[in-house]
């Protein structure tokens, strides 16, 4: 943890710290561990036992597996033949934040994300019918599937090592993170309101991501974690690693985002999941135009008409069984003169 601060180090403190119940404190620390965590989630809903229960403040480390739970072991794997549809993405948690009730916004400060392992590794392949430029189940072609490529990467809290020509920065983000909706139970591939797996690289260490709470406690769940990857996700793949990953929860009373948002130290983003991919950018804008006027003051209009000069797209994944897009807006822009 030594590389990131345990509170946001911003000019104006992040609105956790200004509206949450914690008001900027931070409480115990808490460890999940494999042994703590016993059986990962393949699915996000209301039904799964609580692995552990915290105050607003409290903060996480979590071990994270990778996106395969460590099945890929070798460059020669075929990940047809090791991975079973669709039990990949396990995810840690539920974690229940007490003082979290429906209509509220979980907070969530990711404070830092370090490589697990004594001589960590990502992971990074090709799989069948899986990915941005080939044919899926979702967008059906009589073409062959591309072949199956693994490729194994060296990695440390400094560099990703892609290969003897290409050495990446270590960018490190949050792949899934969700709150559990109301009543479904979604399997930890598909991002929608309740968050999920929407591979937004800004939901990384120095970030707060505001997520929606549906049902008492919040039930948070977290994995998917990424050494880096640019936006998109093409392959449907990023440098997938196990991790230790620290958060710290709040929780913001009354704070009804339809969908998730997220807050940087100069911007603010809502994030949108649908498909098609327009229709993703339609939410995430239309929620960026509600926020500015429920907490900014702006009209509605006019809000609308300046996102067209000033706003920006960012892409998450366009991959999964739904895509992702955050649209942004810098805070200069929301100050009242």
């Known amino acids: 943890m030594s590389k990131n601060a345990m509170k946001p ?41 609580p692995v552990m229960t915290v105050q607003p ?6 071990w994270t597996p990778d996106c395969f739970e460590g099945r890929i072991q070798k460059e020669d794997d075929k990940p047809s033949e090791i991975l079973e549809m669709p039990f990949i993405n396990p995810q840690c948690g539920p974690i229940m934040v007490e003082g979290a009730e429906k209509g ?3 907070a969530i400060y990711i404070e830092s994300m ?17 990915g941005g430029l080939t044919g899926t189940n979702y967008t059906a072609t009589l073409n062959d599937p591309l072949p199956e490529v693994v490729r194994k990467i060296n ?18 983000h949050v792949g899934t993170i969700s709150c559990s909706p109301e009543i479904d139970s ?32 919040g039930r948070f769940f977290i994995g998917d974690c990424h050494a880096c990857q640019g936006e998109g996700e093409v ?16 929780v913001i009373k009354g704070w009804q985002n339809q969908w998730p948002r997220l807050e940087t130290e100069n911007t603010i983003m809502t994030i949108g999941s649908a498909r098609p991919l327009e229709d993703a950018t339609r939410i995430a ?30 892409l998450g994944n366009f991959v999964d069984p739904k895509y992702t897009i955050g649209a942004a807006i810098p805070k200069k822009y929301l100050a009242r003169k």
């Not at 370090?114 to 899986?130: D, K, L, Q």
């Not at 392959?235 to 709040?250: H, I, K, L, M, N």
Request: aromatic share 12%.
């Open 235 to 250: 392959c449907g793949v990023a440098v997938e690693y196990p991790s230790v990953t620290t958060v710290r929860f709040d």
């Open 104 to 106: 509220d916004a979980l």
């Open 57 to 62: 403040g409290d903060r996480v480390v979590f």
């Open 285 to 314: 804008y239309r929620e960026l135009v509600y926020w500015l006027v429920e907490d900014y003051g702006f009209d509605k209009w006019d809000a609308y008409m300046m996102l067209s000069q000033c706003g920006v797209a960012k």
């Open 9 to 49: 180090q911003w000019e104006t403190p992040a609105i956790m710290d200004q509206r949450g119940l914690a008001a900027g404190k931070i409480g115990t620390t808490h460890e999940l561990t494999p042994e703590r965590q016993g059986t990962y989630h393949y699915t996000i809903g209301p039904y799964s036992e």
């Open 155 to 172: 990695l440390d809290d400094d560099n990703v090592y892609w290969s003897d020509r290409v050495t990446l920065p270590y960018k490190p």
């Open 114 to 130: 370090e490589p697990r392992g004594e001589n960590p590794r990502g992971t990074c392949c090709m799989i069948p019918e899986f």
């Open 186 to 217: 979604i399997n930890a591939l598909t991002p929608d309101q309740h968050g999920g797996n929407m591979d937004m690289p800004d939901i990384c260490p120095g970030n707060v991501t505001y997520l929606p709470v549906k049902v008492t406690g």
